[in-house]
């Protein structure tokens, strides 16, 4: 148990649906993270809330849309999404964002596109 | 930019015997090094970081690591590997002045009875 809890852990829905995922952190951190992983690539920095602000977005297409409603909690909404977005989707906090805080991941929520 | 090399896709070795999963990193100050392990259908838990003080840093399950600056690496130690230390295993740097944490492609070790 890390502290960091996803929903659901698969999903799988069609281009045309719209879903949702979710991540709460029980253990007091301020900043959250959404990466995602693919087979045979490194894990790719999504979006980062720190304090609820959202600090950085790696060019992330429009289709996904993050949402911070308070420190503990993070979602990530799917929408029109394709194939090749079918990935482990990582959320992730630390204490803050300064380079010493460890990273707490979640166990992932597993995502199949068809 | 900050950066992290994982060499070996693949590490393979007996049980019983030492392991060494390797690092190396580029960043442009001082470096923040973490280990992470990744189980199947498990997400990345945490080994052990280096943020200053001494080379040598002791994580959980046993595993070390050493810093090494004049070789820019990180290398990830075991002295006695067990079958269950079988999992992914990530490099990761974190940069003054950077807001994310870079991580290495990952080196999959298989440890055999």
């Known amino acids: ?114 | 930019a900050q950066s992290v090399a994982q060499p070996e896709d693949q590490v393979n070795v007996a049980e019983g015997n030492p392991l060494t999963v390797k690092c190396t990193y580029s960043v442009s100050g001082n470096p923040y090094l973490f280990w992470y392990v990744q189980y199947p259908n498990r997400g990345l838990q945490f080994l052990l970081k280096y943020i200053t003080g001494d080379n040598l840093v002791k994580g959980s399950y046993g595993f070390e690591a050493e810093f090494n600056k004049s070789q820019t690496s990180f290398h990830l130690k075991k002295p006695s590997a067990l079958v269950s230390d079988s999992a992914l295993y990530f490099c990761a740097v974190r940069d003054l002045g950077r807001d994310d944490m870079r991580f290495g492609a990952g080196t999959r070790l298989t440890v055999k009875p």
């Not at chain 1, 920095?45 to 304090?51: D, P």
């Not at chain 1, 289709?63 to 979602?75: G, V, Y």
């Not at chain 1, 959320?91 to 964002?97: V, Y």
Request: charged share 20%.
């Open chain 1, 1 to 114: 148990e890390t502290g960091v809890t996803q929903t659901p852990r698969h999903l799988v829905m069609g281009m045309t649906n719209k879903k949702s995922l979710k991540c709460e952190q029980h253990l007091g951190h301020n900043a959250m993270y959404w990466y995602k992983q693919s087979a045979k690539k490194p894990l790719e920095l999504m979006f980062v809330y720190s304090l609820e602000e959202r600090v950085e977005n790696n060019s992330v297409p429009s289709r996904f849309s993050p949402e911070c409603p308070n420190s503990s909690h993070l979602f990530l909404h799917l929408h029109t999404l394709q194939p090749e977005d079918s990935a482990l989707y990582l959320c992730a906090s630390s204490q803050d964002q300064t380079p010493v805080d460890t990273i707490y991941f979640g166990e992932g929520s597993w995502l199949t596109v068809v």
